[in-house]
Nanobody, 122 residues
Framework: VQLVESGGGLVQPGGSLRLSCAASGFTFSSSPMSWARQPPGKGLEWVAGIYGDGSTNYADSVRGRFTISRDNAKNTVYLQMDILRPEDTAVYFC?????????????????WGQGTQVTVSL
């Protein structure tokens, strides 16, 4: 199993980034997928999730600014991040969640990527 994130970097406040996560080694199309992040010096926090049918959920802190999507033909999940703020600075991880799991319970997560750094700063 592999989850490989890409697309992180340095961006100014108000800017945009698009993260990608390429998956392999498991049945991606039906797997709930999640993005989580870890700000510097803080714990892991959930950001957004998407089910195999495309239905989505978002943390209050990113709703209206971030969009999660997936392309099952490419085994890839995306996170479009707009109107970025300094407090969005974090390492972002994609993960596959067990079918009966909760977005908010990281013990329910089956597989994790290695993470990609997003820094929002002038």
């Amino acid at each position: 199993v592999q989850l490989v994130e890409s697309g992180g970097g340095l961006v100014q406040p108000g800017g945009s980034l698009r993260l990608s996560c390429a998956a392999s080694g498991f049945t991606f199309s039906s797997s709930p997928m999640s993005w989580a992040r870890q700000p510097p010096g803080k714990g892991l926090e959930w950001v957004a999730g998407i089910y195999g049918d495309g239905s989505t959920n978002y943390a209050d802190s990113v709703r209206g600014r971030f969009t999660i999507s997936r392309d099952n033909a490419k085994n890839t999940v995306y996170l479009q991040m707009d109107i970025l703020r300094p407090e969005d600075t974090a390492v972002y991880f994609c993960a596959a969640v067990s079918y009966s799991g909760s977005w908010y319970v990281f013990d329910d997560y089956d597989y994790w990527g290695q993470g990609t750094q997003v820094t929002v700063s002038l």
